[in-house]
């Protein structure tokens, strides 16, 4: 079963909306760097719009446009059609510049991740942090999620089949991803730490 969906905007997103069209001196109100280069036929610039608590952005020439809970596509259409009016040969496109997903505990490189495609699965996530170590748990991942104010904590088999079956085999913006480390590399830690402390 594949159980991907659009990611939905959230307050406190930041989207990257980038808009083109041949109206040199409009299309300039989209940017924030007055270094833009715009000199070719076709004049192209992008910012970064924080999504506010109440679920909007602020565009230039059309005011307050309310975002949150909606897909990347769907304000894209609305923001074009918002636009039409003040620029010739339109085009936007808008990403979610936020999307960012941790992974820590038994793993090569710990770390946050930023998605520039806004889709990717946990098996994609483990090996961007440079997959699991050999003494991490397999059988015992974790996925952290808030959901609609809500925690959930959902546990993953890596060597298990249906894993590619679960729900949240695609993740969301801002999961968090722990590898539990095996007994052989807590002792190592332990270790460590006790020699450190000896040599002091």
Do not use: C
């Amino acid at each position: 079963a594949n159980f991907f969906s659009d990611p939905v905007i959230q307050r406190n997103d930041i989207l990257k909306i980038t808009v083109s069209s041949l109206d040199q001196e409009v299309t300039r109100l989209f940017s924030f760097n007055p270094d833009d280069n715009m000199n070719t036929n076709s004049y192209s610039t992008g910012s970064n719009y924080l999504v506010d608590p109440s679920g909007d952005i602020k565009l230039p020439l059309v005011g307050p446009v309310h975002v949150a809970g909606s897909t990347t596509w769907a304000i894209r259409d609305s923001i074009t059609r918002l636009l039409q009016p003040y620029l010739k040969e339109l085009v936007v496109e808008i990403r979610i510049s936020s999307f960012r997903v941790s992974v820590v505990g038994d793993v090569e490189s710990p770390g946050i991740y930023t998605i520039q495609n806004e889709r990717i699965t946990l098996p994609e996530a483990l090996a961007l942090a440079g997959d699991m170590k050999i003494t991490a748990k397999r059988e015992n991942v974790l996925l952290i999620r808030d959901e609609n104010g809500q925690r959930k904590y959902i546990r993953f088999d890596m060597q298990k089949k249906d894993l590619f079956n679960s729900p949240y085999y695609y993740l969301k913006s801002n999961d968090l991803v722990y590898v539990q480390p095996g007994k052989i590399a807590t002792r190592d830690i332990n270790f460590r730490n006790l020699t450190y402390l000896a040599t002091i």
